[in-house]
């Protein structure tokens, strides 16, 4: 953000003689303008989405009314939410319960200023990037129990406690993962972790300086070959880096009080947890703090795992991987006629498609570099980033919709007794690992 | 004055005035739910202060275990206990004026170590991220006090577990 200001900034000639605090304090305000109005949209949106993927699941058809296929749905939400009466419950405590939806939205807003949105491009740059989006994550508990105590509500206040407990229990093993990864990138600078991968799924300057089965060994032109998906940190060390990968996500579903974690807003036995008492604007921040959460923890899997806003194929790849998923897809078409069937069997024939690219040894990455215009990398990387965030964010709520809700207990043991462990013994094998390649 | 110190003095002064605002409500708040949330504000502020000081990993580290992890747990001790919305005070044997007197020592104590001290501390003046620096102390030169740290801190966490565990009788 900083490095495209002063780019700007030593461009414009008007602004010359001016400090250069006052642009990067403008340019910072209408980053945060966009990044805000972009929550609130991406929310609406999800709302949409998770609505039509339930219809979809549940053989149904879901919103219709309001434009074509209902897609104007959630801005009609908006603007009922947006009318609706603020009440607020005598008996609440006024202060807390006013103030408790903006500590909540503060808290998962405030994790933005550290994602690596494209190449030479984060809102902030930050040294302690992951460490940072942890500590304000972690604060969204506060807002929540606040919510739950000013409600003077037992529904509320028992989702609020369930809440805050989940959220704690399930720091403990995404820790320990984000730890386990940390001794592959080597950097808590979120930026740093996807701009260190180089081509050829080496990395430079971090700890790890190449893969336990090096890929460019197959490769026909292995000087100059790209890795493509095979760089990202999940394919670093199979199959601890997957069993890492799976933690993370279960975590992330956990933390974000997403089906089948979602027992602090257990409508049948909670009416809807900790937001009960609240309507109109103040439960659509907290709404919009639930999907700004659940994109967070997307984008820090992502960047973590899978390759932030790295393109997953080279052109060789980018090219065989639909023709191999169609070849694929085709010969298993007369065969089943499960859809899920079909998609698998799509996807292992991209798969086998982005390994062939990589197997020939072609080293154009980006197709930015392909065209020869350097300054397409941005969007590519935005797009790539958006991509993969998008996509675990659509599997969230691809599962809310398959699986049912757990119990508190079941919970908490699947917490302290299952992952926690799994995640130390994780950690132990993947630092042992990388004591030998380092 | 350049434009930049100004603008890290009103940052300065803003976090400095939500902390004292936020610490005299945590002293003088009688609804013990609302003096802990006061807390917040004091510990954002001070992580603030960190922040301005360019210490960023003291920084994390103040909210990620201060406000996720310490004050999580004061709340929930608070939310736990019987009635604490309206609590009777059951203890005033201490008069107002010996805790005016111990205070206005300490502050007395505060303000000569600030007129005192040598130089004030300049902000902006280090660059080198401090987190690095931290992690390699720890595991090098004072490795020693930092593994006995830890095995006190396990040894304080079985502690615990042992006290707060209820023994099945057969």
New interface residues.
């Given amino acids: 953000m900083k490095e495209f200001i002063e780019h700007l900034y030593n461009e414009l000639e008007f602004l010359e003689g001016l400090?250069f605090?006052?642009p990067f304090?403008i340019g910072s305000f209408i980053l945060a303008f966009i990044i805000i109005n972009f929550i609130a949209v991406f929310a609406g949106v999800c709302t949409y989405i998770e609505r039509k993927v339930a219809a979809r699941i549940q053989a149904r058809v879901g919103p219709y009314m309001v434009g074509p296929h209902g897609i104007l749905q959630w801005l009609a939400d908006a603007l009922k939410l947006l009318f609706k009466e603020d009440t607020v419950p005598e008996k609440a405590?006024k202060?807390?319960f006013k103030l408790a939806p903006f500590?909540v939205f503060a808290g998962s807003f405030a994790c933005w200023v550290a994602l690596p949105l494209a190449p030479a491009f984060s809102p902030a740059r930050?040294?302690?990037g992951i460490?940072?989006i942890?500590?304000?994550g972690?604060?969204v508990?506060?807002g929540i129990?606040?919510a739950g105590?000013a409600s003077s509500s037992k529904w509320a206040?028992f989702g609020a406690?369930r809440s805050?407990a989940q959220i704690?229990s399930y720091?403990v093993p995404t820790g320990l993962t984000i730890l386990a990864m940390l001794l592959i990138t080597g950097t808590?600078d979120m930026h740093n972790t996807i701009a260190q991968i180089n081509l050829d799924g080496t990395i430079s300057g971090g700890q790890s300086q190449g893969l336990p089965f090096p890929l460019n060994y197959f490769s026909t032109n292995a000087d100059n070959f790209s890795a493509g998906m095979f760089s990202w940190y999940i394919f670093r060390y199979p199959p601890f880096t997957f069993i890492a990968f799976i933690i993370i996500y279960i975590c992330a579903l956990a933390e974000t009080n997403r089906v089948p974690f979602d027992i602090p807003e257990a409508e049948s036995e909670l009416v809807s947890g900790y937001h009960t008492e609240y309507s109109g604007m103040r439960f659509s921040f907290f709404f919009l703090s639930e999907y700004a959460n659940m994109f967070v923890f997307s984008a820090i899997i992502t960047t973590l795992f899978l390759g932030g806003w790295l393109p997953p194929f080279n052109i060789t790849g980018s090219l065989l991987a639909p023709a191999c998923g169609i070849i694929l897809y085709m010969l298993v078409k007369g065969k089943t006629t499960d859809p899920a069937n079909r998609f698998i069997a799509f996807c292992t024939g991209a798969g086998i498609g982005i390994f062939l690219g990589v197997l020939s040894g072609d080293k154009n990455y980006w197709f930015a570099d392909y065209l020869g215009i350097q300054s397409l990398r941005f969007i590519e990387g935005l797009f790539w980033f958006f991509t993969k965030s998008f996509g675990l964010v659509i599997l969230m709520m691809w599962l809310r919709w398959t699986i049912p809700r757990y119990r508190v207990d079941q919970l908490m043991e699947l917490c302290w007794k299952k992952l926690t462990p799994l995640a130390f013994i994780n950690l132990f094998c993947i630092g042992i690992l990388e004591w030998l390649y380092k | 004055m350049?434009?930049?110190e100004i603008?890290l003095n009103i940052i300065f002064y803003a976090l400095a005035l939500t902390g004292l605002f936020s610490s005299f409500m945590v002293a003088t708040s009688t609804?013990m739910?609302?003096t802990a949330?006061s807390l917040?504000g004091v510990l954002f502020s001070f992580a603030g202060l960190y922040g301005l000081l360019r210490a960023?990993?003291l920084?994390?580290?103040q909210?990620?275990v201060y406000?996720?992890?310490i004050?999580?747990l004061i709340?929930?001790a608070i939310?736990l206990t019987h009635k604490i919305a309206n609590v009777n005070l059951s203890n005033e044997s201490t008069s107002s004026s010996t805790v005016i007197a111990v205070v206005c020592i300490l502050f007395a104590v505060l303000v000569f170590i600030a007129l005192t001290l040598p130089e004030y501390i300049k902000i902006n003046q280090r660059n080198k991220?401090l987190?690095e620096m931290i992690g390699n102390n720890l595991l090098s030169d004072s490795l020693l006090p930092f593994e006995i740290l830890s095995v006190l801190l396990l040894a304080c966490l079985i502690g615990a577990v042992y006290l707060a565990r209820k023994e099945v009788k057969e």
């Fill in positions: 400090p605090i006052i304090i405590d202060l807390l500590i930050l040294n302690i460490l940072y942890i500590a304000f972690s604060s508990i506060l129990l606040m105590w206040l406690m805050a704690v720091e808590l | 350049s434009l930049n603008l609804n739910v609302r949330f917040l960023d990993f920084f994390a580290a909210i990620l406000v996720g992890g004050l999580v709340i929930f939310m991220p987190t």
